[in-house]
């Protein structure tokens, strides 16, 4: 089993950053692929990034790309996501998901995503 919390959504302006932070529970951390999702007022859940086991290889959706960043920290269990240059489009309940796999396929193609965090809430205001 594998617990989720996420931490460090809020209000901020159109331009700015936030970062959050998911901390998880349990000895396998270091050993799953994790993923941030998002799902905005009126829309489907969607991928926002990935991370592999060890952090060497990542994904980013096309939205987020190059403002974003995903990282981790094994040693702490914890993945962070840094959010710059934010827009009111980024607006959305941001959720930690773990996978049972290490490879970050698996949570760019959901496989195995079996653990979730309750969200935390992202609003940009313009």
């Known amino acids: 089993q594998v617990q989720l919390v996420e931490s460090g959504g809020g209000l901020v302006q159109a331009g700015g950053s936030l970062r959050l932070s998911c901390a998880a529970s349990g000895r396998t951390f270091s050993t799953r692929a994790m993923g941030w999702f998002r799902q905005g007022p009126g829309n489907e859940r969607e991928i926002v990034a990935g991370?592999?086991?060890?952090?060497?290889?990542?994904y980013y959706a096309d939205p987020v790309k190059g403002r974003f960043t995903i990282s981790r920290d094994n040693a702490k269990n914890t993945v962070y996501l840094q959010m710059n240059s934010l827009k009111p489009e980024d607006t959305a309940v941001y959720y930690c998901?773990?996978?049972?796999?290490?490879?970050?396929?698996?949570?760019?193609?959901?496989?195995?995503?079996?653990?979730w965090g309750k969200g935390t809430l992202v609003t940009v205001s313009s």
């Open positions: 991370i592999n086991w060890n952090g060497g290889s990542t």
């Open positions: 998901a773990a996978s049972d796999e290490f490879d970050v396929s698996s949570v760019v193609k959901q496989r195995g995503m079996y653990y």
